[in-house]
């Protein structure tokens, strides 16, 4: 099928992975909006955020000007267990496609975690067992978030406490064991155990849980617990940070075969996957030494950049969390139940908000069986089963490999593959059976949230 | 943690894989015994087994002379979506256990199908497709091979059948969507469609199935539909001939490390794993040029090298099937239900039963609590969630790694790390739960199944 000297999957030797996160802020003119504290309205501070995170994550979170920060020889260590992840070349896509269009994916999920959150998970708990922490707590929606945390807690002796919305605590039993298996504890929430879950609950009886209502009770247990801090999965710059051994595993990957692409694409929930991925490339891009066609892919079910409002906002529902300036559908928002690909979080990484509102990368949303059918089609050639999250790049690439078919250019297309579905086939067999649907929201809708922000 | 030269993870380069398959039997002195016709118990000719098999496979199943049998291109490029699979040092292992030993595992699960099933899968199917055929039969337990193939005929565009035992059918309801995701059609066996399922469900109402069962219903579709031929995933000369990929890439990546293992650890079901993984080892044991340690791991509950007989045996329940001359503890053996472990089969590969018999290799056989804990432990350390099969192995080698602890010995331990966990978090969970026991068949239960072997 190819005679061609780039390799289906391109690895790094060690000697070749990076030994410092590329921070893309130190390159943005117009630095991504701090947070803010949510009583005050001023810029927290660093001492204010150090009750709710380690120090040195505090230190990266605040710092938008050191564009190279060196990754510790512990997490490096980690890292080499699983990493450098491989950059393949999509061959048998393109044939099937038979699109002239030469794709690329950087894949994320091969470790036990299944996705890319472990790359910051890691990083997160090495502080947190460096600061002398007892242990940490979180929240986790679908579970990639909780899983990878747990593995990495485990690795560092650290406790682990993980609030999991409800519906997934009882939708996805097996995630629930996977994060057991790894010794961490794993409460439904909301629960009882928390002041603002106990609120919550007395408001909403009966109510399955959000992602906004398990960061409330996450970060609750966090503060008031004696040698605990909080960490988070997405959204924030020190993720990001970490993010960025993706992209620069990926470019590293491709300057070494002269590779350059001319189209790069990431799922988008939070802004974990693609801040990571596109950081060195964007870093080009606002240096002006290149430029790259950049698209963020967002369900069409939880629209934060293509229908969202760019403004401050709160993290979560309890309302403990500082402000964000992001794209927002408002914190009260919660997508259709009957969405199952995943990237359900009202907002999205100040630092991409910026990005996006300085024109630097454009949004693209689309429908869940449009997402599902091209994880099918992509499972069936490549031999992986996609998350659907994942799924949402892998529909763009198709649709611009397939645009590439008709005009006849050869672009070559780089997307991220973040995670595998095997969790997920409660939603595969949903699409298999015709029983999945495509809720988007009206305007109305939207605006009836976008009312409720803060004003500031 | 290291400053050894030995990378966490050794990839081979494309231009270092494998162009053939090694074929053990060509190197062994006392050949395997030869598959029978259930009528008249003479071997089966290459003839009587094509109604059944492919034309080629046929071809590779009696061929007991030729050593290397060129890989067709077609499948190298499948191969290379996936492969080299990595040898990794399991250094996190190592610095847990404080052991002097070098551990090193073959990883075989960084495929969607979660195992090495893949590797003989994708030849089958190759070979199928080659003939023309319009698809293949198959049976599948806990579903990896099932998974496997779908996977594999989806990419030829095979139609794909498989009989899935009941009480999987019911309780991994995620591995038949993923074959489902893959295209292939999937039937709770003892089903309705087949005359010895009919047979079986009239003797046995109610019964949950077996794979010998699931088998006969396989082989009786293949030769009664135009077009269609039966695989089989494991126990066949075919099977452990393309599995030997392995064995081949790791000792490849070992000897361009210059590592020289002592001991060499599998798991062993039907044998298409540890057979693959030990070949160009025993290869060379056979013929003098070095001397290994060579372990198979069998659960407690499904003894066939440690408690089983060494005779002719049928494959399958319904007693289609040519006879195979293995270690067995007869057809009807079924493992208690209470067993999570995997690993059910009744036999074992005729090359394996010949090479065990002729005190080539040892094996040993443990107890599934002992095996979870294994799991566990090297799930926290070494970030994969191993399958419960591929942890046979695993307990091993770190009872061989303790072993070593004890006397000081620097040994270097190689295990194959057959696959992932994730659809396996049921059992898991009794594991966590407490609620898994070690059931282990006595003397007289194996006595009176061994009693009724056929007379040969």
Redesign the interface.
């Known amino acids: 099928?190819?005679n061609e000297k780039i390799?289906?999957?391109i690895?790094l030797?060690?000697s070749e992975m990076p030994k410092a996160w590329y921070n893309l802020r130190a390159d943005m003119k117009n630095k991504p909006a701090p947070l803010l504290n949510p009583a005050t309205h001023q810029p927290m501070t660093a001492e204010e955020l150090s009750g709710v995170f380690c120090s040195e994550l505090v230190q990266q979170e605040l710092d938008n000007h050191t564009r190279d920060i060196e990754i510790p020889e512990?997490i490096r260590?980690f890292y080499?267990?699983?990493r450098p992840s491989p950059l393949?070349r999509a061959y048998?896509l393109e044939e099937k496609l038979g699109t002239p269009a030469k794709i690329y994916y950087k894949f994320e999920g091969?470790?036990?975690?299944?996705s890319h959150k472990?790359n910051s998970a890691i990083a997160q708990a090495y502080y947190a067992k460096k600061q002398g922490l007892k242990g940490v707590t979180t929240e986790t929606g679908a579970g990639q978030w909780g899983t990878a945390l747990s593995?990495a807690c485990?690795?560092f002796g650290l406790d682990c406490k993980v609030y999991m919305v409800k519906c997934s605590y009882e939708q996805k039993?097996?995630r629930r064991?996977?994060m057991?298996?790894?010794?961490a504890s794993v409460t439904p929430s909301p629960s009882t155990e928390t002041e603002v879950g106990r609120k919550i609950l007395a408001e909403h009886p009966g109510t399955t849980g959000s992602l906004g209502c398990a960061i409330s009770e996450a970060v609750e247990t966090a503060v008031t617990n004696e040698g605990y801090r909080y960490v988070l999965g997405s959204v924030l710059n020190q993720v990001l940070l970490h993010q960025s051994i993706i992209g620069l595993e990926t470019k590293a990957a491709m300057d070494k075969y002269n590779i350059k692409p001319d189209i790069i694409i990431g799922s988008a929930g939070g802004g974990s996957n693609l801040g990571g991925l596109i950081a060195p490339f964007m870093g080009e891009k606002l240096r002006g030494d290149a430029d790259y066609r950049i698209i963020a892919v967002e369900p069409a079910s939880c629209p934060s950049f293509t229908r969202g409002v760019y403004a401050y906002d709160f993290c979560d529902t309890g309302m403990v969390c500082p402000l964000a300036k992001m794209y927002t559908l408002g914190s009260d928002f919660i997508p259709s139940a009957n969405h199952a690909g995943g990237l359900r979080y009202h907002g999205m990484s100040s630092i991409l908000s910026q990005l996006y509102d300085d024109g630097f990368m454009e949004a693209v949303s689309v429908k869940q069986t449009d997402v599902f059918q091209a994880a099918?089609e992509f499972?069936?050639?490549?031999?992986?089963?996609p998350a659907p999250e994942s799924a949402h790049a892998i529909r763009v690439a198709i649709d611009e490999a397939m645009k590439c078919k008709e005009t006849g250019e050869e672009k070559t297309i780089l997307f991220g593959l973040t995670g595998?579905g095997?969790?997920d086939?409660?939603a595969?067999?949903k699409f298999?059976d015709g029983q999945m649907d495509d809720y988007i929201p009206t305007d109305e809708e939207l605006a009836s949230y976008a009312a409720k922000l803060p004003q500031i």
Do not use: Q
């Open positions: 099928m190819t390799p289906y999957k690895y030797n060690e512990d260590n080499k267990m699983y393949v048998c091969n470790n036990t975690s299944g472990l593995m485990s690795y039993p097996f064991e996977v057991r298996t790894y010794g099918e499972a069936r050639v490549e031999g992986i089963l595998t095997y969790f086939m409660v595969y067999e298999h």
